[in-house]
């Protein structure tokens, strides 16, 4: 049988030649491809949603966009920061990078994102205890809900709590370009998952929808953001380095303005981000295909439970759920039987307050959070990228139909 990858990104010619036009130009660091690319993805995201055209910043990776963004909107020592502990690292880590403390956030009963009514639960816990502590000294300044699996967060419900409790919000959307919410009452009209906040952060990396091997972009309206991270992305400097380079006016003067970062992607990644935009579309149908199969084959089955989608869904990820009255082998079993039978798979996620360093620093227990351990012992991803062939998906389904009827309570 055929081994079949967890993932494995859709390249062509297109990309192929994309690429070595940026290598041939004799420019390899952030540069004009960059820019166009910026302004490629501002094109795209306001031809669906007919708003202003947004700012989008390119970064190295979404863990720097997230970072970037998170400083752009003033969080810093004494500030707390929610967030799902379904997530991956980085969601958390940029946090502590900036002296801020976390507070985890359960997820929705048999779903994996943020629940609103958790989120709410958690911010009067958390005046309460401001009030009986006061010296304590700690402000929540921001909420961070994540688009997990390409599906969109409630953020109507999310952005309505934040905005009473006066917090950022800003989207961890990794998983979820080209995620676009549809207006119920107008389906040609709706909001992206990624810019219905203050600022959302996508990922390019090389799993992901659309890819540039390691990469991300910063998307916000709001000017003041944008400029923030234009300048912290590269040292702190006040001018590009495209710009030094190519301006003939004191080229080689700049000005440091703030102790900024090194975040800037280079000209290489953006020519292939450029490629894969184009085909966006394209790769987003070939994953609700799979998708789609999948669903069929696994909906009416008694050992599983099927991932929620709707409105907008990216099918980024497959996270099929065992159901283990039924199943005798546990999720851990179950996933190493797969990869003996040469079947990718991953976990998403290994919930982040299990994790040594959170545990702790904020003395939490795996059972803190009870929906997002019982999601968490009960997923696995399975293959979903695009180029699949019919052969191969309908291996997949065929492995992990015949494991459960073979561990059968």
Excluded at 50 to 70: R, W
Excluded at 154 to 159: F, P, R, W
Excluded at 366 to 391: A, C, H, Q, V, Y
């Amino acid at each position: 049988m055929e081994t079949i990858p967890f993932a494995k990104p859709f390249i062509g010619k297109e990309e192929e030649e994309a690429v070595l036009t940026a290598l041939r130009s004799g420019w390899l660091t952030t540069g004009k491809e960059t820019l166009a690319f910026e302004k490629d993805f501002g094109e795209f995201l306001q031809n669906r949603d007919g708003l202003d055209l947004p700012f989008c910043m390119a970064v190295n990776s979404a863990t720097s966009g997230l970072h970037l963004a998170m400083e752009a909107v003033g969080i810093g020592k004494g500030d707390l920061v929610l967030i799902p502990s379904m997530t991956f690292t980085s969601t958390a880590e940029v946090v502590r990078y900036l002296g801020a403390e976390v507070v985890f956030v359960d997820v929705l009963k048999d779903g994996y994102h943020m629940d609103p009514a958790a989120l709410e639960c958690t911010l009067r816990k958390l005046e309460l205890e401001k009030d009986e502590t006061p010296s304590r000294g700690l402000k929540v300044k921001a909420v961070v809900p994540v688009h997990y699996g390409g599906l969109p967060c409630d953020m109507d419900a999310i952005i309505s709590i934040a905005r009473k409790y006066g917090l950022k919000i800003i989207e961890d959307a990794a998983h979820s370009f080209p995620s676009f919410i549809q207006d119920e009452n107008n389906p040609a009209k709706g909001r992206w998952a990624g810019l219905t906040g203050d600022a959302g952060v996508f990922s390019f990396y090389a799993t992901k929808t659309i890819t540039t091997g390691e990469g991300g972009m910063v998307v916000t309206r709001d000017k003041a953001i944008a400029d923030r991270v234009k300048i912290m992305r590269s040292h702190g400097i006040d001018r590009s380095v495209w710009d030094r380079y190519s301006n003939v006016k004191a080229s080689w003067y700049y000005q440091v303005v703030e102790p900024g970062y090194k975040y800037n992607i280079p000209d290489i990644l953006s020519a292939l981000g450029r490629a894969q935009l184009r085909r966006a579309y394209d790769l987003l149908a070939m994953r609700k295909k799979i998708a789609a199969i999948y669903d069929e084959a696994f909906r009416d089955d008694r050992n599983f439970l099927i991932p929620p989608t709707g409105n907008g869904d990216a099918r980024h990820l497959y996270p099929l759920r065992l159901c283990p009255e039924n199943i005798s082998l546990n999720r851990n079993e179950f996933a190493e039987k797969l990869q003996e039978r040469g079947i990718g798979i991953s976990v998403h996620f290994i919930p982040l307050h299990t994790m040594p360093y959170y545990k702790k620093r904020y003395s939490l227990e795996d059972n803190d959070f009870p929906e997002t351990l019982k999601t968490f012992n009960r997923t696995i991803s399975l293959p979903i990228w695009p180029g699949m062939t019919e052969s191969q998906v309908d291996q997949v389904i065929a492995t992990v139909k015949s494991l459960a009827q073979s561990s059968l309570n």
